[in-house]
T-cell receptor, first 113, second 109 residues
Framework: NAGVTQTPKFRILKIGQSMTLQCAQD?????MYWYRQDPGMGLKLIYY???????DKGEVPNGYNVSRSTTEDFPLRLELAAPSQTSVYFC????????????FGPGTRLTVT | KNEVEQSPQNLTAQEGEFITINCSYS?????LHWLQQHPGGGIVSLFM???GKKKHGRLIATINIQEKHSSLHITASHPRDSAVYIC???????????FGPGTRLSVLP
Protein backbone atom coordinates (compact mmCIF):
# COMPACT_ATOMS: atom_id res chain seq x y z
CA ASN A 1 0.00 0.00 0.00
CA ALA A 2 1.20 3.50 -0.81
CA GLY A 3 -0.95 4.91 2.01
CA VAL A 4 -1.82 8.59 1.54
CA THR A 5 -0.08 10.35 -1.32
CA GLN A 6 -0.03 14.07 -2.10
CA THR A 7 1.14 16.00 -5.12
CA PRO A 8 2.91 18.28 -5.65
CA LYS A 9 5.45 18.37 -2.79
CA PHE A 10 6.24 22.04 -3.36
CA ARG A 11 4.61 24.82 -5.33
CA ILE A 12 5.03 28.55 -5.74
CA LEU A 13 1.98 30.47 -6.92
CA LYS A 14 1.50 34.07 -7.86
CA ILE A 15 -1.31 36.05 -6.24
CA GLY A 16 -4.55 35.39 -8.07
CA GLN A 17 -3.50 32.08 -9.63
CA SER A 18 -5.43 28.87 -9.00
CA MET A 19 -4.30 25.33 -8.43
CA THR A 20 -5.43 21.93 -7.23
CA LEU A 21 -3.64 19.95 -4.55
CA GLN A 22 -4.06 16.25 -5.15
CA CYS A 23 -4.62 13.66 -2.43
CA ALA A 24 -5.19 9.94 -2.88
CA GLN A 25 -5.37 6.96 -0.53
CA ASP A 26 -5.40 3.25 -1.32
CA UNK A 27 -6.65 1.96 2.05
CA UNK A 28 -10.39 2.14 1.22
CA UNK A 29 -10.86 4.73 3.95
CA UNK A 30 -14.20 6.50 4.13
CA UNK A 31 -13.02 9.62 5.95
CA MET A 32 -10.62 12.10 4.37
CA TYR A 33 -9.40 15.46 5.64
CA TRP A 34 -7.49 18.51 4.50
CA TYR A 35 -5.45 20.49 7.02
CA ARG A 36 -3.17 23.48 6.83
CA GLN A 37 -0.24 24.11 9.13
CA ASP A 38 1.10 27.64 9.37
CA PRO A 39 4.61 28.19 10.78
CA GLY A 40 4.60 27.79 14.56
CA MET A 41 0.86 27.13 14.61
CA GLY A 42 -1.29 24.08 15.10
CA LEU A 43 -2.98 22.19 12.30
CA LYS A 44 -6.35 23.58 11.24
CA LEU A 45 -9.06 21.61 9.47
CA ILE A 46 -10.08 23.04 6.09
CA TYR A 47 -12.55 20.49 4.75
CA TYR A 48 -13.44 16.89 5.40
CA UNK A 49 -15.38 14.13 3.69
CA UNK A 50 -17.16 11.14 5.19
CA UNK A 51 -17.51 9.32 1.87
CA UNK A 52 -17.76 9.75 -1.88
CA UNK A 53 -20.08 12.62 -2.73
CA UNK A 54 -20.17 14.02 0.82
CA UNK A 55 -18.02 16.93 1.96
CA ASP A 56 -18.27 19.51 4.72
CA LYS A 57 -16.46 22.59 5.95
CA GLY A 58 -13.97 22.58 8.76
CA GLU A 59 -12.60 25.49 10.73
CA VAL A 60 -10.94 27.48 7.89
CA PRO A 61 -12.72 26.74 4.56
CA ASN A 62 -12.66 30.23 2.99
CA GLY A 63 -10.72 30.38 -0.26
CA TYR A 64 -10.84 26.61 -0.83
CA ASN A 65 -13.09 24.07 -2.47
CA VAL A 66 -13.14 20.29 -2.44
CA SER A 67 -14.82 17.43 -4.21
CA ARG A 68 -15.01 13.69 -3.52
CA SER A 69 -16.11 11.81 -6.60
CA THR A 70 -14.37 8.56 -5.59
CA THR A 71 -13.40 6.92 -2.31
CA GLU A 72 -9.72 7.21 -3.22
CA ASP A 73 -9.34 10.86 -4.23
CA PHE A 74 -9.95 14.11 -2.36
CA PRO A 75 -8.53 17.12 -4.27
CA LEU A 76 -8.32 20.58 -2.71
CA ARG A 77 -8.85 23.54 -5.04
CA LEU A 78 -7.42 26.98 -4.34
CA GLU A 79 -9.10 29.75 -6.30
CA LEU A 80 -7.49 33.20 -6.52
CA ALA A 81 -4.50 32.40 -4.34
CA ALA A 82 -3.60 34.93 -1.63
CA PRO A 83 -0.43 35.30 0.49
CA SER A 84 -2.48 34.22 3.52
CA GLN A 85 -2.73 30.76 1.92
CA THR A 86 1.03 30.24 2.19
CA SER A 87 1.21 27.16 4.35
CA VAL A 88 1.94 23.45 4.47
CA TYR A 89 -1.09 21.40 3.49
CA PHE A 90 -1.66 17.90 4.81
CA CYS A 91 -4.20 15.39 3.63
CA UNK A 92 -5.25 12.57 5.97
CA UNK A 93 -7.61 9.63 5.94
CA UNK A 94 -9.18 7.24 8.42
CA UNK A 95 -11.40 4.19 8.13
CA UNK A 96 -14.18 5.50 10.33
CA UNK A 97 -14.55 8.28 12.83
CA UNK A 98 -14.71 6.07 15.91
CA UNK A 99 -11.71 4.04 14.77
CA UNK A 100 -10.23 7.32 13.84
CA UNK A 101 -6.49 6.74 13.73
CA UNK A 102 -5.53 9.12 10.96
CA UNK A 103 -2.98 8.40 8.27
CA PHE A 104 -1.28 11.53 6.98
CA GLY A 105 0.21 12.31 3.61
CA PRO A 106 3.69 13.84 3.35
CA GLY A 107 2.38 17.38 2.86
CA THR A 108 2.50 20.05 0.17
CA ARG A 109 4.46 23.22 0.89
CA LEU A 110 2.74 26.12 -0.89
CA THR A 111 4.08 29.65 -1.18
CA VAL A 112 1.96 32.45 -2.62
CA THR A 113 3.89 35.56 -3.65
CA LYS B 1 -15.38 25.92 20.04
CA ASN B 2 -12.92 23.64 21.70
CA GLU B 3 -9.70 25.17 22.94
CA VAL B 4 -6.77 22.77 23.12
CA GLU B 5 -3.67 23.67 25.08
CA GLN B 6 -0.40 21.85 25.54
CA SER B 7 2.44 22.19 27.99
CA PRO B 8 5.29 22.63 27.90
CA GLN B 9 5.79 24.35 24.54
CA ASN B 10 9.41 23.23 24.40
CA LEU B 11 11.20 20.51 26.30
CA THR B 12 14.85 19.48 26.34
CA ALA B 13 15.76 16.24 28.04
CA GLN B 14 18.79 14.03 28.48
CA GLU B 15 18.72 10.56 27.00
CA GLY B 16 17.11 8.13 29.40
CA GLU B 17 14.88 10.65 31.15
CA PHE B 18 11.16 10.13 31.74
CA ILE B 19 9.14 12.72 29.82
CA THR B 20 5.59 13.98 30.29
CA ILE B 21 3.67 16.19 27.87
CA ASN B 22 0.28 17.53 28.90
CA CYS B 23 -2.84 18.39 26.92
CA SER B 24 -6.03 20.02 28.12
CA TYR B 25 -9.23 20.80 26.26
CA SER B 26 -12.28 22.87 27.09
CA UNK B 27 -15.26 20.99 25.62
CA UNK B 28 -16.36 17.35 25.79
CA UNK B 29 -14.94 15.14 23.08
CA UNK B 30 -15.37 11.69 21.54
CA UNK B 31 -11.64 10.99 21.46
CA LEU B 32 -8.22 12.52 22.01
CA HIS B 33 -5.41 11.87 19.55
CA TRP B 34 -1.66 12.10 20.01
CA LEU B 35 0.45 12.69 16.91
CA GLN B 36 4.18 12.87 16.30
CA GLN B 37 5.62 15.24 13.71
CA HIS B 38 9.13 14.37 12.66
CA PRO B 39 11.78 17.04 11.98
CA GLY B 40 11.25 16.42 8.26
CA GLY B 41 7.56 17.31 8.63
CA GLY B 42 5.89 13.91 8.36
CA ILE B 43 3.04 13.24 10.80
CA VAL B 44 2.32 9.90 12.43
CA SER B 45 -0.61 8.98 14.63
CA LEU B 46 0.53 7.57 17.99
CA PHE B 47 -2.65 7.04 19.99
CA MET B 48 -6.38 7.53 19.90
CA UNK B 49 -7.96 7.55 23.38
CA UNK B 50 -11.51 7.83 24.60
CA UNK B 51 -10.83 6.62 28.14
CA GLY B 52 -8.16 5.20 30.42
CA LYS B 53 -4.68 4.42 29.23
CA LYS B 54 -2.84 2.99 26.22
CA LYS B 55 0.75 1.81 25.83
CA HIS B 56 2.92 1.24 22.76
CA GLY B 57 6.49 0.32 23.56
CA ARG B 58 8.02 3.19 25.56
CA LEU B 59 5.04 5.49 24.99
CA ILE B 60 2.08 5.70 27.35
CA ALA B 61 -0.98 7.91 26.91
CA THR B 62 -3.61 8.58 29.54
CA ILE B 63 -6.82 10.55 29.56
CA ASN B 64 -9.05 11.88 32.36
CA ILE B 65 -12.41 12.67 30.81
CA GLN B 66 -13.79 14.43 33.88
CA GLU B 67 -10.80 16.76 34.11
CA LYS B 68 -10.54 17.17 30.30
CA HIS B 69 -6.86 16.35 30.43
CA SER B 70 -4.51 13.92 28.72
CA SER B 71 -0.84 13.13 29.16
CA LEU B 72 1.75 11.52 26.92
CA HIS B 73 4.65 9.85 28.70
CA ILE B 74 7.90 8.64 27.16
CA THR B 75 9.98 6.28 29.25
CA ALA B 76 13.75 5.91 28.74
CA SER B 77 13.80 8.74 26.18
CA HIS B 78 16.13 8.49 23.20
CA PRO B 79 17.41 11.09 20.70
CA ARG B 80 15.21 9.52 18.02
CA ASP B 81 12.18 10.63 20.10
CA SER B 82 13.05 14.25 19.20
CA ALA B 83 9.99 15.58 17.41
CA VAL B 84 6.94 17.78 17.85
CA TYR B 85 4.13 16.05 19.75
CA ILE B 86 0.63 17.24 18.98
CA CYS B 87 -2.65 16.46 20.70
CA UNK B 88 -5.96 16.77 18.88
CA UNK B 89 -9.49 16.77 20.26
CA UNK B 90 -12.10 14.98 18.14
CA UNK B 91 -15.57 16.41 18.64
CA UNK B 92 -18.63 14.49 19.77
CA UNK B 93 -19.83 14.10 16.18
CA UNK B 94 -16.52 12.42 15.44
CA UNK B 95 -15.74 14.49 12.39
CA UNK B 96 -14.09 17.71 13.49
CA UNK B 97 -10.64 17.99 15.04
CA UNK B 98 -9.06 20.82 17.00
CA PHE B 99 -5.30 20.61 17.39
CA GLY B 100 -3.02 21.84 20.11
CA PRO B 101 0.00 23.99 19.18
CA GLY B 102 2.43 21.13 19.75
CA THR B 103 5.29 20.43 22.15
CA ARG B 104 8.76 20.45 20.67
CA LEU B 105 10.89 17.77 22.33
CA SER B 106 14.66 17.54 22.00
CA VAL B 107 16.41 14.57 23.57
CA LEU B 108 20.14 15.03 23.89
CA PRO B 109 22.57 12.10 23.86
Amino acid sequence: NAGVTQTPKFRILKIGQSMTLQCAQDMNHNYMYWYRQDPGMGLKLIYYSVGAGITDKGEVPNGYNVSRSTTEDFPLRLELAAPSQTSVYFCASSYRSDRGEQYFGPGTRLTVT
Amino acid sequence: KNEVEQSPQNLTAQEGEFITINCSYSVGISALHWLQQHPGGGIVSLFMLSSGKKKHGRLIATINIQEKHSSLHITASHPRDSAVYICAAQDNYGQNFVFGPGTRLSVLP
